[in-house]
T-cell receptor, first 111, second 115 residues
């Protein structure tokens, strides 16, 4: 089945630094999404990408849908303590609506 | 607009019992999907319901079942619970299925512990 490889698994950074994480897939996806999950809560949608090559921003967050449709990256600029959490990428198949998730990137921001 | 709600938030059961979890989607959303989240397997798709019909199913045993009501609310049932069923069960809703342009929004989840 489809698998998403997300890296890095964890990051420890200082407040104010920029962060980059990415996902690669063995298969093509029609849609890429990025979610953030806080402890004990459900994932919250950050950015959705629908077209290959698309670059989308949401405040300090920027994400891109890879040209091959098999990868995506998320950048966070000028990190702040509330950015702490687990970030997941998710791909949506061409047909059907199930999401395939990456393993997550645990982000820790030191003030 | 209220988000996706799930009840109960926490549940403790023993092996062999069965459990029913409930999900109310965002108002106007007609598609509900269920996911299981565990430390070892991550987020895994269970099934999706749209218009009271199961439209998609993940690779889980038949002990996992669900249904959707006419008001789009959904329930998930797990019978003959096993220790490995301990997980965070997440419900996600979207406006409709089969479209690339509507995102899935998640509820807070139900934390199930099987003893």
């Amino acid at each position: 089945g489809q698998q998403l490889n997300q890296s890095p698994q964890s990051m420890f950074i200082q407040e104010g630094e920029d962060v980059s994480m990415n996902c690669t897939s063995s298969s093509i996806f029609n849609t890429w999404l990025w979610y953030k999950q806080d402890p004990g809560e459900g994932p919250v949608l950050l950015i959705a990408l629908y077209k290959a090559g698309e670059l989308t921003s949401n405040g300090r967050l920027t994400a891109q849908f890879g040209i091959t449709r098999k990868d995506s990256f998320l950048n966070i600029s000028a990190s702040i303590p509330s950015d702490v959490g687990i970030y997941f990428c998710a791909g949506q198949e061409t047909s059907g609506s199930r999401l395939t998730f990456g393993e997550g990137t645990q982000l820790t921001v030191n003030p | 607009k209220a988000g996706v709600t799930q009840t109960p938030r926490y549940l403790i059961k023993t092996r062999g019992q069965q459990v029913t979890l409930s999900c109310s989607p965002i108002s106007g959303h007609r598609s509900v999907s269920w996911y299981q989240q565990t430390p070892g397997q991550g987020l895994q798709f269970l099934f999706e319901y749209f218009s009271e019909t199961q439209r998609n199913k993940g690779n889980f045993p038949g002990r996992f079942s669900g249904r959707q009501f006419s008001n789009s609310r959904s329930e998930m049932n797990v019978s003959t619970l096993e220790l490995g069923d301990s997980a965070l069960y997440l419900c996600a809703s979207r406006y409709r299925t089969g479209s690339s342009y509507n995102e899935q929004f998640f509820g807070p989840g139900t934390r199930l512990t099987v003893l």
